[in-house]
């Protein structure tokens, strides 16, 4: 995988080796080998952990551990506040809002003994701060790098899947995605935007689309293939072709950067900050969140053999918003209407199952947005059953 490049994008400020560097662009995407050296190899001490925010179990929740480098004792408010504009930003962009509820956010306070860690203007002065954290990685000036293993040991474990976010605590223009350690400058103007940026190479492993980013084709919003060629071979993102592009900016097709790639739209986060998702980059992060969650929470009872007349529960993990995840129910395969208003329960009572008479019970919830056009990946991922055996 190659280290990205900064598009020519808004204000130019100076060139780069891989392209122009703009305050306003998306920051880069980098696999480089992150600096180990660069990090206070002290014993890692356990640091403060704070939950902001728990819509679920753990094991079936994608955990948002956001953590601090450069931050002293006395500037852990500073974070905080860095922290909560930083998820809120996340949050506000599809399909992040809609599915905030797949996300626990957690709060990791590491104290430095320094304040602000290795910026441009300070290249070859590097304090030791917990996390390593520093510009010029990889010899690209805007590109911010963290100790990986050092900032997984601050993360601790987790029952279910998480993503690491570190905070620099630096107000320079810059970042990283796509890499253990999402990276972002915390005190940045452009910190909110920046985050939406990174977390699309991370999640949904897009790829820039502006015109000076590396000519590399591996990702599911980038192709070498013109429309024509992506609907003969039903590859990429045929199957969104002629979609209206959800800022209204167009339609989706096969729009070619200066580098020779063809991207989805014309526009979209991964080209210039503040825009959104283009759909297949969308469908792309959805994917990847799926991949990880399943709609539905553990049911109540278990599945399997109930006696009685228990009222019989499923749990989708909710969505924000009107539309949630769709219930349906069928009792020995024919459909049923539930008694509950949002599909979520069913009462056995009302089967009236004659004594020593089984039925099979089973709920499927399942996630109908079209948001997602690969409709293999609907039922493997997007799609759960559960099923009890009821005796009258």
């Not at 753990?58 to 998820?87: C, K, S």
């Not at 290795?118 to 070859?124: I, V």
């Not at 200066?258 to 014309?266: D, I, Q, S």
């Not at 994917?287 to 553990?298: G, K, N, Q, S």
Request: overall charge negative.
């Amino acid at each position: 995988m190659s280290t990205a490049v900064l598009p020519a994008a808004l204000e130019l400020v100076g060139p780069s080796p891989f392209g122009v560097i703009g305050p306003g662009a998306p920051a880069d995407r980098a696999v480089p080998p992150h600096s180990a050296q660069r990090a206070d190899r002290r014993t890692v001490t356990a640091a403060p952990t704070v939950d902001i925010r728990r819509t679920g179990d753990p094991a079936n929740r994608i955990t948002l551990v956001l953590l601090g480098d450069g931050y002293t004792a006395t500037e852990q408010d500073l974070f905080r506040q860095q922290v909560d504009r930083a998820w809120h930003a996340l949050m506000a962009i599809e399909p992040f809002r809609t599915y905030q509820g797949f996300f626990n956010i957690r709060r990791v306070e590491v104290v430095s003994p320094v304040s602000g860690i290795a910026e441009t203007e300070s290249r070859g002065r590097n304090p030791a701060t917990p996390l390593g954290m520093h510009f010029w990685c990889d010899g690209t000036a805007r590109l911010l790098c963290a100790d990986e293993s050092a900032t997984a040991r601050y993360a601790g474990d987790s029952s279910g899947p998480q993503y690491l976010i570190a905070l620099a605590n630096s107000t320079e223009y810059g970042g990283a995605g796509g890499t253990g350690v999402t990276t972002l400058a915390g005190g940045s103007p452009d910190a909110g935007r920046i985050i939406q940026h990174e977390i699309g190479h991370t999640v949904g492993d897009l790829g820039d689309e502006y015109d000076s980013a590396p000519d590399d084709a591996e990702y599911p919003n980038l192709a070498t293939l013109d429309a024509d060629d992506m609907r003969k071979k039903q590859t990429k993102w045929w199957r969104w072709l002629g979609a209206q592009s959800p800022d209204g900016a167009g339609t989706v097709g096969a729009y070619r950067s200066a580098n020779g790639l063809y991207r989805p739209t014309p526009d979209s986060v991964m080209r210039t900050l503040g825009s959104a998702y283009n759909l297949p980059s969308r469908e792309a992060i959805m994917e990847e969140l799926y991949r990880r969650i399943r709609p539905t929470d553990a049911p109540s009872p278990p599945p399997g053999e109930v006696s009685g007349r228990p009222r019989l529960n499923v749990r989708p993990v909710p969505l924000t918003g009107p539309r949630q995840l769709k219930v349906e129910w069928k009792v020995d395969g024919v459909a049923v209407t539930p008694q509950a208003a949002d599909g979520t329960w069913l009462d056995t009572d009302q089967l009236n199952l004659a004594p020593g008479r089984t039925a099979t019970v089973t709920a499927t919830v399942r996630d109908t947005t079209d948001w997602v056009r690969d409709e293999a990946f609907r039922d493997r991922y997007m799609t759960r059953s559960v099923s009890w055996t009821v005796t009258g």
